[in-house]
């Protein structure tokens, strides 16, 4: 992750000129304890599965990710040239803890992971994002999840 101090001054006085959107109502739910809630995780890491289509700068689509997808198989196709991927290149879970994730299902720390999780390129304007993270609700909704892992990337 690069840090203010490693850009340059174009770059910071970008990001710092960049709107920030305003979004209406509040996102926050009240549920069941962690160990009855199902469980989805939804990454911005660019993360798909081999043979599927990398992410297009700015795209605002996402990647399916079945739970028996092996975390080893999973590709990433971030496109930030500020973004660092050692820590992904090392272990998966940094960006997509789905092995941790399963970890806790069998602990029973949590009621159950999701049959299917998600993949957002990250640096795309939230605006872009919208309607796929409208349809996403859905599927979250069809497959049952009541909480989820956010893993801004």
Request: aromatic share 8%; hydrophobic share 40%.
């Amino acid at each position: 992750m690069a840090r203010f101090g490693d850009l340059s001054e174009a770059e910071i006085a970008h990001l710092q000129s960049l709107d920030m959107p305003v979004f209406a109502g509040r996102p926050w739910m009240t549920g069941p304890p962690l160990s009855q809630r199902r469980i989805a995780i939804v990454s911005t890491a660019g993360l798909h599965l081999p043979g599927e289509p990398t992410f297009a700068p700015g795209s605002g689509d996402y990647r399916i990710i079945p739970r028996t997808s092996p975390s080893g198989q999973l590709q990433m196709s971030h496109i930030s040239s500020n973004f660092d991927r050692s820590g992904y290149q090392q272990d998966v879970n940094v960006v997509f803890p789905i092995d941790r994730l399963m970890e806790l299902e069998g602990r029973g720390e949590v009621g159950s992971a999701a049959d299917f999780h998600y993949s957002f390129m990250g640096a795309t304007p939230p605006e872009r994002m919208e309607a796929s993270a409208r349809e996403l609700a859905d599927l979250l909704k069809k497959d049952g999840v009541n909480g989820a892992i956010l893993c801004p990337v």
